[in-house]
């Protein structure tokens, strides 16, 4: 998705002519699999992955209202149906409260607690222990993200042909390489580029390349600075997500819900390295013997259909439906939405996506700059927060690959920098804890 924006916002804003190359098509990993959640709500301000979400969250809603009906407007399926959290114990109840005040602290707006008569009617197909609580977030969206990219996609090259003006002596200004694996980069002396090799041709980027392949850019990194550590920092992590129609009689889901636990994914604190369970809710296992995370999450797709998760899951690369983690998931998912017992994994196989998260030792993706490489950046390792913090990693690479300016704020989805507007200054704060030195000299000291 950190490519769209790229190419898509270039080609809009500048002369420049973009090359996008492709190993198999956009949207093969995480993006394409997953629900879309566009959230604050789980999120942690204390990480510095959330200046990124506030400004990339505010992005899409500027993009969204911009697109209209548009297209590109009705691909991306903007939803704005808010979040739910869900707590089911007096602990969680209190984790949820605290977590509550803190949101509203930094500003996010429409935040309100329900009461488990409120809860209860803002989504009647749930049944939960007594005592359970929500917390509703209700400027919190969701897109199409799979569908989105390829709007974009197709909208950059409406761009070059109108720049090209049909002109067979005009160069295009964008260069589009689907199918088309990278297998080397090399900068070139004097200031004049970097090459890339693909398996049909060789491409020279005279200003730059961003090498945003999901958790693939690892091990393109690692051949190009014969540095391993790019190959340890980036890790696939498989994933699940359920699409179905709604059983008969179940009342419509109105937000997208999923279960406190699920914010540890997303907490300062939870910076785990590979191997070890993040404390799940229930738990499984695959035909490759490892520990499976599934934690309960739903909503609704602008078409109608449920989309129920989720796993998390250290399983090499492989990428394909797992019969035993789908039973797993539909039974946690049953525990809250009882409407869904007595569905099998065989009813779901063919429609269940999959997809592999880029996760990064240490929680956070690396932004910016690579070491030792001269005109290239790295945009990877944002595991399930691919959509969620694209546009404003986008913004921030083009500014340290191009020099390009930071616009001074972005509005929050509340309008405005009075509901906490993140600055340019935040902005490159947040690089610098996002910095690949850094993510990589974190991952080293991690693993003595």
């Known amino acids: 998705m950190v490519v769209s924006e790229i190419q898509h916002g270039k080609l809009q804003d500048t002369q420049l002519s973009v090359a996008l190359l492709d190993a198999k098509q956009p949207c093969a990993g995480a993006t394409?699999?997953?629900q879309g959640y566009i959230w604050l709500a789980h999120r942690d301000p204390a990480s510095p992955s959330w200046p990124l979400a506030?400004?990339?969250?505010?992005?899409w809603q500027q993009l969204a209202a911009a697109a209209g009906s548009s297209k590109l407007g009705t691909a991306m399926e903007w939803q704005e149906n808010g979040s739910l959290l869900l707590a089911t114990s007096a602990d969680e109840v209190a984790q949820l409260q605290a977590r509550a005040a803190m949101l509203q602290q930094q500003g996010v707006p429409g935040v309100v607690l329900l009461s488990p008569r409120e809860l209860k009617m803002a989504e009647p197909a749930l049944k939960l222990p007594t005592g359970s609580h929500g917390l509703l977030v209700k400027s919190d969206a969701q897109i199409n993200g799979k569908q989105t990219a390829f709007a974009m996609l197709e909208d950059c090259q409406q761009l070059a042909a109108a720049a090209a003006g049909g002109s067979a002596s005009q160069p295009s200004r964008l260069l589009l390489g689907l199918q088309e694996p990278v297998v080397g980069l090399q900068p070139l002396g004097g200031g004049a580029g970097v090459e890339i090799t693909t398996q049909k041709r060789r491409v020279r980027a005279r200003q730059g390349v961003v090498v945003a392949a999901g958790v693939w850019s690892g091990q393109l990194l690692a051949a190009a600075t014969g540095q391993q550590g790019w190959q340890q920092l980036l890790q696939p992590r498989r994933g699940h997500l359920l699409e179905m129609q709604p059983p008969a009689g179940m009342p419509r889901i109105h937000t997208g819900m999923m279960e406190l636990s699920y914010t540890?994914?997303?907490?300062?604190?939870?910076?785990q390295s590979h191997g070890t369970a993040a404390g799940n809710s229930s738990s499984s296992?695959?035909?490759?013997?490892?520990a499976v995370d599934i934690t309960f999450t739903a909503t609704t797709s602008a078409s109608g259909s449920l989309l129920i998760g989720s796993s998390r899951e250290?399983?090499?690369w492989e990428a394909l439906p797992d019969a035993a983690i789908i039973t797993a998931i539909m039974q946690r998912a049953s525990c809250f939405l009882p409407h869904l017992s007595g569905i099998s994994a065989q009813q779901?196989?063919?429609t269940t996506?999959?997809?592999l998260r880029p996760f990064a030792v240490g929680g956070l993706p690396s932004v910016g700059r690579v070491p030792g490489l001269p005109g290239v950046a790295v945009a990877a390792g944002h595991e399930g927060s691919g959509l969620c913090l694209g546009p404003a990693t986008a913004e921030l690479v083009l500014h340290q690959l191009l020099g390009l300016a930071l616009a001074a704020a972005a509005a929050t989805a509340g309008g405005g920098e009075a509901g906490g507007g993140v600055?340019?200054?935040e902005l490159l704060a947040a690089a610098k804890e996002l910095a690949p030195e850094r993510r990589l000299a974190a991952m080293a000291a991690a693993s003595r």
């Open 54 to 59: 506030r400004r990339s969250k505010a992005t």
């Open 264 to 271: 540890q994914h997303y907490s300062s604190s939870s910076e």
């Open 423 to 425: 600055t340019a200054t």
């Open 314 to 316: 250290f399983s090499g």
């Open 32 to 34: 394409g699999a997953g």
């Open 348 to 350: 779901l196989m063919a």
């Open 285 to 290: 296992s695959s035909s490759s013997n490892e």
């Open 353 to 355: 996506r999959v997809g």
